[in-house]
């Protein structure tokens, strides 16, 4: 076999049985911690414009690239077995497919306990969970399992379809650079400007290629497959991100149900527009967010096939 094609299975299978592993020098979190240390010490000099933000997105990437590359050189003059081991370990590692499930899940096997679920609900979004009824709590459930389909889901996987290693790392690196200085807030709004515009960028086709995806996971789980497109071209724009909103809309209408509307952020409510009909429910039960999961599973079991099939016609 491929020794690439064995580490895109491999990296799949491990992700699918394990899940993201969880320790201190996860590569995430090592990449976290430089980009941290970086945008400080930038800071510190007076560098806080849109040039320095692209500089410390430069070099948090190609950083994160040279430790992989070094550290893989190493291995492979070892022996070639390590290489490939290596570079297994780094792609199961950024691979999170199992693990924004499991959020999910998590949410709803307390949603009866509405502080608890409340709670659970703050490691997937970032809006204010306090005060939100079980209703909310699962529409806020379902938009961030939709919406990571794509930012963690579709677009790493494919990534590394497409690219190896290198694509899955720089996929992750701009993510990650984005989820920590993508922020339109006093201090990021210069300097954060070419994270926020790359994840945009990076993220633009697989948010689209998600609407068929959901279309046709909708039909394999007897949901309402004939009304996502519909939905997600009417809805989409109901975000601010120019990607988000259409993995979300795609699910509102899969599930015929309403998503986004009023929420609040640090203490002060926005008052975001509603995906879906106005007839669809907003007030949402655990079985609403038992279908939603199987969705976004059956959706990224479908991703893996369409990696292959990725992989398959680069490598001709």
Same mark, same amino acid.
């Given at each position: 076999?491929? /020794? ?6 491999? *990296? ?12 201190? !020098? ?22 806080? +414009? ?16 040279? *430790? ?11 022996? /070639? ?26 949410? !709803? ?20 969970? $306090?005060?939100?009824?079980? +209703? ?5 459930? &379902? $938009? ?11 677009? /790493? ?7 190896? &290693?290198?694509?899955? &790392? ?10 920590? @200085?993508?922020?339109?807030? $006093? ?27 959901? #279309? ?15 939905? #997600? ?16 809309? #795609? ?10 509307? /009023?929420?609040?952020?640090? +203490? ?23 279908? *939603? ?9 479908? #991703?893996?096939?369409?990696?292959? +099939?990725?992989?398959?016609? @680069?490598?001709?």
């Amino acid at each position: 076999m491929d /020794p690439q094609l064995a580490l895109l299975l491999a *990296a799949v299978l491990l992700d699918a049985l394990l899940g993201d592993p969880n320790y201190r !020098l996860h590569p995430i979190r090592v990449l976290g911690h430089g980009s941290i240390a970086l945008e400080h010490g930038l800071f510190a000099r007076g560098w806080a +414009g849109r040039l320095a933000g692209v500089l410390h997105g430069l070099a948090v990437t190609l950083g994160a690239l040279g *430790a992989w590359w070094l550290v893989h050189l190493g291995l492979d003059a070892l022996h /070639p077995l390590l290489g490939w081991l290596w570079d297994v370990y780094i792609a199961y590692s950024l691979l999170c497919t199992r693990d924004l499930l499991e959020h999910g899940r998590r949410v !709803l096997a307390v949603l009866d306990d509405l502080p608890a679920a409340r709670e659970r609900l703050r490691w997937l979004v970032s809006r204010d969970t $306090e005060g939100l009824d079980r +209703g909310a709590v699962v529409r806020a459930t &379902i $938009e961030s399992l939709a919406e990571n389909l794509t930012d963690g889901v579709l677009t /790493p996987l494919w990534a590394l379809a497409l690219l190896g &290693i290198p694509g899955l &790392i720089m996929a992750k690196a701009i993510s990650s650079l984005d989820s920590m @200085v993508g922020y339109r807030t $006093e201090r990021y709004r210069r300097f954060g400007w070419a994270a926020a515009r790359a994840d945009d960028l990076l993220h633009w086709l697989p948010a689209r290629l998600s609407v068929p995806l959901l #279309a046709v996971a909708a039909a394999l789980t007897g949901q309402h497959w004939r009304a996502v497109l519909p939905a #997600a071209r009417c809805w989409h724009g109901a975000l601010a991100s120019p990607n988000s909103g259409w993995s979300e809309a #795609a699910a509102a209408g899969a599930l015929h149900v309403r998503l986004a509307g /009023p929420v609040s952020y640090h +203490g002060a409510w926005q008052d975001k527009p509603w995906m879906g009909d106005a007839a669809w429910p907003e007030d949402l039960a655990a079985d609403d967010l038992r279908r *939603a999961l199987r969705l976004v599973a059956v959706a990224a079991a479908l #991703a893996v096939v369409v990696a292959l +099939g990725m992989f398959l016609v @680069v490598r001709g």
